[in-house]
């Protein structure tokens, strides 16, 4: 049974970096993409990058590009997520899930999910 666990969140100031990992395990993950979402109070659940476990592809909201960076580790098993130049916008709970197919970018694409695991962005 494919198991997701994220870790890494907190609370930083704005301006400032955090890296946000997702433990996978349970599965075969080069059949899979990774992604990452989040959710703020009282909003829906949007998506935020995606990597491809083969050849590291990856995929970006707008919102985020050029700010956070999506990658993998094989021999750990685990998906992280560089996030920089933060703003009180990006809080938020993080969710690490995992799909069948590349790119996805809706919620409904993706097989399993991790718990979430808060960022707070003070201004």
């Known amino acids: 049974q494919v198991q997701l666990v994220e870790s890494g969140g907190g609370l930083v100031q704005a301006g400032g970096s955090l890296t946000l990992s997702c433990a996978a395990s349970g599965g075969t993950f080069s059949d899979y993409a990774m992604g990452w979402f989040r959710q703020a109070p009282g909003k829906e659940r949007n998506f935020v990058a995606t990597?491809?476990?083969?050849?590291?592809?990856?995929n970006y909201a707008d919102s985020v590009k050029g700010r956070f960076t999506i990658s993998r580790d094989d021999a750990k098993n685990t998906v992280s997520l560089q996030m920089n130049s933060l703003n009180p916008e990006d809080t938020a709970l993080y969710y690490c899930a995992a799909a069948r197919m590349f790119p996805a970018t809706r919620q409904y694409e993706y097989d399993y999910w991790g718990q979430g695991t808060q960022v707070t962005v003070s201004s």
């Open positions: 990597i491809k476990w083969v050849g590291g592809y990856t």
